[in-house]
Structure formats: structure tokens, C-alpha cells
């Protein structure tokens, strides 16, 4: 299943408003603004495994009921740290320096993380803060207590888990369709095609960070820098390609109708089947050839192929 490479912030707007009930939306879509002429939309996608091994989601017990005040009928799944972790990347999610401390009155250590994720375009950051606190001494269900291990690491990725829920509205639990929708950030990003100086500076910004660690000259030439690009840098035009694109994409036996995010297939092509011929014909002239002599043929080696016979029937 390949997906939709959207060009234009109003493609992907127009998906989504025809059909909300198909993108897990990272950010409010009313807030997403008109940019000017050197910025390009970025919409960012990934899909969570829903398989029963694959560690992003897991059975949730404990849901409560439904907004009208009934017990869900389906099962009900929650995200795992892992699955979190995925979601974090979509919005090129960093996590700062953690802050911890001690509560001695309660005997609990506490752990305050900072989550800096992209805006509403590339370099404007927003950041969200949580704490979370665990005590030293945890409570056994038969009674009594016991030392609790690490409470240092489970304070500190208890309050990461927060900031992301909080600040990707990730709800505590879904049922399995929900799940199989994308996780969507939309952002805007400065479009390299539209300026060389821009396409110069970003790809000489890259190479720089990499002479700091290989000791390595800046190029001289936009062309050298193009040529000495990553890999992941289109050599012709400079464009940034997500080598993981395709990879992201969940294994669906049954796809069903397709999904506004799928790209559309490629129409069939039709060759004529004469070896010294070959050329592309249309679906109703292949159709009524097969139908007349049993395989494709072009207009013109049908009409050959119905002298042929004419005078072979003489």
C-alpha cells in the first residue's frame, strides 16, 4: 500500500474534512495557517503495530463506559511506551534535561520532563512539562510493603508518557479501527525549490555538523554540496527523501475501500501482443480484440489479422 505524497496543505485539508473518522489528528487543524511563498506543508503519518506482538498497544481492563453511559461492547486497547515513543517522532519530539527531586514528607522521588516538539512550522518549538512522582516504598495488594526498584527511571518515564499524551491529546484508550488510523502532525517547513540560497544553506548546515565530527572541509560549490549530500538527499534537486516512507505502512490482507491517505493505483496499461508491434492501446480495443481472436491487438494488426483469415478461408 503506497501512501499520498501531498503537495499543498488545501489536498490534504480537503482529505481530511471529507473524512476526519480516518487520521489520528496530533494537532487542531483550524489552527494551521496560510504561510508564505517559501515555506511547503509537511504532513507527517505513522501507524502504530496493532498486531498481537508487536508491542505498540495492549488489551485496557479498566475503560469505564461509553459516552452515553454504557460498558463498551468491544475490546479496548491503550498505547504501551513504545507505541508513545512512535507518536513523539511524527512531531519531531525531543525530551530536555529531566529535573528530579525528593519528597521527604511523602518519600517519594519526583521527576519533572520537558517535551520540545515542532510547531506550526520547522524552528518554532513548543514545549510541555510534566512531573510525575514515585514513592520509595510501594504497597503489596495483600498488605504491607516492599522497597520499589528504580523509582528514579519509573518517575522519569512516567512524567515522558505524560507530556505526550498531554501534548498529542493521546487518549487513554481506543478500540482497534482507531488504532489502525494514522497519527497525523501537520507543520510548515521552508521549501528548498523555491530559492537555491535556501536549498545551499540547509544542505551546507548538514554537511557542516558532519565536519565537526569527521574533521571534513565545507564544499566549495552548491554543486559539491549536492553531490556530497546524504543519502537520503536527492542528488538532482536537493529534496530531503523519507527512505521510510513506505516502511511505516501497516500489512492489510484486506484493504477494503481505499483510505484518503492511500495513493491511488496505476491505472492497468494494455500492449498490443503482436512481438513486432507492442504498442499501448485502450482497455475496450484490447477487451474486443481478446473477445475476436482471443488475445490484444492494436486497430491495425486486427485489421491484418482479419485479412489474413479472410483470405485464408478462400
Not at 494551521?32 to 509537511?42: C, S
Not at 520547522?122 to 503489596?140: I, N, Q
Not at 508518557?161 to 478500540?175: L, M, P, Q, T, W
Not at 549530500?229 to 536527492?234: L, M
Request: with cysteine; net charge negative.
Amino acid at each position: 500500500m503506497a501512501m499520498k505524497k501531498y503537495r499543498t496543505m488545501e489536498d490534504f485539508i480537503k482529505d481530511y474534512e471529507e473524512h476526519p473518522e480516518c487520521f489520528n489528528m496530533m494537532v487542531d487543524v483550524q489552527s494551521i495557517q496560510d504561510m508564505g511563498p517559501y515555506f511547503k506543508p509537511v504532513i507527517s503519518m505513522k501507524f502504530l503495530d496493532t498486531t498481537p506482538d508487536g508491542g505498540d498497544i495492549y488489551i485496557q481492563k479498566n475503560t469505564g463506559n461509553d459516552f452515553y453511559g454504557n460498558p463498551y461492547k468491544e475490546t479496548r486497547y491503550s498505547i504501551t511506551r513504545s507505541g508513545l515513543l512512535k507518536i513523539k517522532s511524527v512531531a519531531k519530539g525531543t525530551f530536555l534535561n529531566p529535573i528530579f527531586g525528593y519528597d521527604k514528607e511523602k518519600n517519594t522521588d519526583v521527576c519533572t520532563a520537558t517535551l520540545q516538539y515542532v510547531g506550526a512550522k520547522e524552528g518554532d518549538w513548543l514545549f510541555t512539562s510534566c512531573s510525575k512522582e514515585v514513592p520509595r516504598m510501594a504497597k503489596k495488594k495483600a498488605g504491607g510493603t516492599y522497597e520499589n526498584s528504580e523509582p528514579l527511571r519509573k518517575a522519569e518515564s512516567g512524567a515522558q508518557d505524560a507530556c505526550i499524551r498531554e501534548a498529542f491529546k493521546v487518549r487513554g484508550h481506543y478500540s482497534m479501527e482507531q488504532l489502525q488510523r494514522p497519527f497525523t502532525m501537520v507543520y510548515w517547513d521552508l521549501d528548498e525549490t523555491k530559492d537555491d540560497r535556501i536549498l545551499e544553506a540547509r544542505i551546507n548546515k548538514g554537511i557542516s555538523a558532519s565536519n565537526i565530527i569527521y574533521g571534513r572541509a565545507l564544499p566549495a560549490s552548491r554543486e559539491q554540496a549536492l553531490l556530497e549530500a546524504p543519502a537520503n538527499v536527492d542528488k538532482s534537486t536537493g529534496e530531503i527523501i523519507d527512505v521510510d516512507y513506505e516502511a511505516e505502512q501497516p500489512d492489510v490482507e484486506n484493504p477494503g475501500e481505499r483510505k484518503p491517505w492511500e495513493q491511488e493505483p496505476e491505472p492497468e496499461k494494455f500492449y498490443c501482443s503482436n512481438p513486432g508491434c507492442k504498442v499501448e492501446i485502450a482497455k475496450s480495443v484490447y477487451d474486443a480484440s481478446v473477445k475476436e481472436f482471443g488475445q490484444g491487438a492494436c486497430t491495425k494488426c486486427q485489421q491484418v489479422a482479419r485479412a489474413a483469415a479472410k483470405k485464408g478461408g478462400k
